[in-house]
């Protein structure tokens, strides 16, 4: 389970610190909640994306 008492609150002075905290909020959450079978995948780095 998520830990709330692991950010700390500031105020967010512009757009970038505010887009950066986001960003990390958004990253640990997606790390928790992504199945195993997919952060375990194989040939990450070889995966192409191409059109439906």
């Known amino acids: 389970m998520l830990e709330l008492n692991k950010y700390s609150i500031h105020k967010i002075e512009d757009l970038k610190d505010f887009v950066t905290a986001a960003f990390v909020i958004i990253d640990d959450i997606y790390q928790e909640i992504t199945p195993t079978h997919i952060k375990e ?7 192409i ?3 439906i």
């Open 41 to 47: 995948r194989r040939n990450i780095n070889d995966a």
């Open 49 to 51: 994306l191409t059109p």
